[in-house]
């Protein structure tokens, strides 16, 4: 019987778990995915990683967070978030994101209406730790007690005071890593409180006054993108090879010539791929390449460190590194004298450089910069290349990157698209704006953390999952190949994740890809299927 | 940081069990390693591909 958690829960004993995972409490799946004997076994720490690290929250550790050395340590902690907890709140400190995060401070009516359209609180079972609320209201109170004038005696009155211990700090870093920042929930409240933004304000807290932060998005993150160009570990040279690598193999098995420009002063566009698909979705990269030149597109890639990478992990958790490298990206396009930057399918980056980036690019350095989806629209519609739909003659449905769509309000031009070059696409349930989180949003998606893509592939990518079963519940098993058209690396990393894990390739016969890959496969140029059926 | 016993050496791992001292590798420690995968025997097709991995990551980082 799944027990209900009270909000200073999260202050007790530091050494428990306040959550056991336990599968019969989610969201049933559909069959052939409904037997749990038949999925693999959710990995567990050892029990040297227990002694070692911190697992307090729900038995997965994203954060691999080691337990501290002695009562020293955590006190110091604990005055470093107090410290934080204060700039937070600063105009100073703050200038970035203050005046949304505390309208939804002060605003909540506590009315629950977001914890119903939140995908990972709806998975789990309706379990109270993963509500929007549950993070936000612990904050409120800690605020309330620690930083306002007088706290201490007033949250003790009105019976609302959490103790910022060990415990708290420890679990509350962990759940705030349990939020794909998705935003679903503040588009349903009725006067738009951002859970999602109270979360990531949490994380950035940690970051910049405790540092810590997931070290794939900073150490193997951001930092190794302004060091080296590329959280892949990819430097200018190597992405290069790899390119010129794709661009020989394609123009051999593909009979056209495939031919990708680097480093071209003043052309109009440079575009910005998430330099991850190179590696994972090399289709991709070919795609825009092949669609560029055939529509006669006067492009460049750049090779200047981190000018081939777009994405900005900073996003999602510290605007420090958030800034430096939007700065970088607009100063690489600067140099280059190219006329527009063009977002490759990748989310975050249309958030931070389309959105974010507003707010700190002046002067020359406020580049032009278009989305992929009206760049791929354009395209498709511009008269320039021949298309032939009956060659995606398949079932195709369409996932919406929560950055490029909820956020950004780009809805219809991908669709525009699909509907024209793919006559079996249909719709998932909701889409558009209304369309739930891949669940690999907010970073997750690139952290492993300890066993943490096993909570990933249960619990936030469970509907996700389910939407795509159903989406294509006309055509089930693996004898008919269907697609799921993901503009975005991220999303397709996770999705790629929850397939692995329940086998969807070989029992139902989905795979995921981004747009561009579904435009160059209708081409009638191209002889040979672009589009290969290997998972 | 993890640390895990390959070769007889105590050897730094991440969570994944991946080394973090490249330069402790050693064919012992690869053996290890292939025998945690249940490999008993590591035949030259096998080196062939280890040390092309490794000397590509040795001169790119990646």
Known sequence: ?535 | MAKMELAGQMLEVDEHGFMQETDKWNEDVARAYALKEDVKELTSDHWKALNYLRSYYLANGI
């Open chain 1, 1 to 535: 019987m799944k027990k209900h958690l009270k909000l200073n829960d999260i202050s007790k004993d530091a050494s428990i778990q306040l959550n056991e995972f336990n599968l019969d409490e989610l969201m049933p799946l559909p069959p052939p995915y409904d037997k749990s004997e038949e999925l693999p076994v959710v990995k567990r720490l050892t029990t040297e990683q227990q002694a070692r690290l911190v697992s307090n929250l729900d038995g997965f550790s994203a954060l691999a967070l080691p337990q501290p050395k002695n009562k020293e340590e955590e006190s110091k902690y604990v005055r470093q978030f107090i410290s934080g907890l204060k700039k937070l709140l600063s105009k100073e400190n703050n200038w970035t994101f203050l005046q949304p995060l505390l309208l939804s401070l002060e605003y909540c009516a506590r009315c629950q209406t977001c914890s119903d359209a939140c995908h990972v609180y709806l998975a789990s079972g309706k379990n109270d730790l993963y509500r929007p609320t549950y993070r936000a209201e612990i904050f409120r109170r800690l605020i309330d007690k620690y930083v306002k004038r007088g706290g201490k005696l007033a949250t003790k009155l009105k019976g609302t005071d959490i103790e910022l211990n060990w415990a708290t700090l420890s679990r509350l870093y962990e759940l705030a890593y349990r939020c794909n920042l998705c935003r679903r929930c503040a588009q349903t409240c009725p006067i738009s409180v951002d859970n999602a933004l109270i979360t990531r304000e949490l994380r950035k807290l940690f970051s910049q006054e405790l540092g810590w932060a997931p070290k794939e998005l900073h150490e193997k993150g951001t930092v190794l993108q302004l060091d080296i160009g590329s959280p892949t570990g990819m430097r200018p040279a190597v992405a290069m090879d790899n390119v010129k690598f794709l661009d020989e193999d394609f123009t051999e098995s593909l009979g056209i010539k495939v031919e990708t420009p680097w480093d071209k002063e003043g052309a109009d566009i440079l575009l910005l791929h998430s330099a991850g698909d190179i590696l994972s979705f090399p289709e991709s990269i070919v795609a825009f390449t092949i669609l560029c030149n055939a529509a006669g597109i006067n492009w460049t890639l750049s090779s200047e460190a981190p000018g081939y990478d777009g994405v900005n992990y900073g996003l999602f958790y510290d605007d420090v590194q958030l800034a430096r490298i939007v700065t970088r990206h607009a100063q690489i396009a600067r140099k280059l004298k190219v006329k527009k930057i063009v977002m490759g399918e990748c989310g975050h980056e249309h958030k931070a450089l389309i959105t974010v980036a507003d707010r700190l690019l002046t002067g020359d350095l406020n580049i032009p910069r278009q989305d992929a989806m009206t760049f791929l629209e354009d395209i498709v519609f511009s008269g320039k290349i021949k298309f032939d739909p009956a060659k995606n003659d398949f079932p195709v449905t369409l996932h919406d990157p929560c950055n490029i769509v909820r956020n950004l309000g780009i809805v219809e031009p991908q669709r525009r698209v699909l509907r024209y070059l793919c006559p079996q696409f249909r719709e998932m349930t909701p889409h558009g704006v209304d369309n739930y989180c891949c669940g690999g949003g907010g970073g997750l998606s690139v952290i492993s953390g300890v066993n943490f893509t096993d909570w990933k592939t249960n619990v936030s990518g469970r509907i996700k999952f389910k939407q795509i079963l159903e989406a294509f519940a006309d055509r089930p098993g693996p004898g008919v190949k269907k697609y799921v058209a993901v503009p975005c690396l991220n999303c397709k990393l996770q999705l790629r994740d929850i397939f692995k894990y329940y086998g969807a390739w070989e029992k139902s016969g989905i795979r995921c890809g981004g747009i561009a890959e579904l435009i160059v496969n209708a081409m009638v140029e191209i002889k040979k299927p672009f589009i290969t059926w290997s998972e």
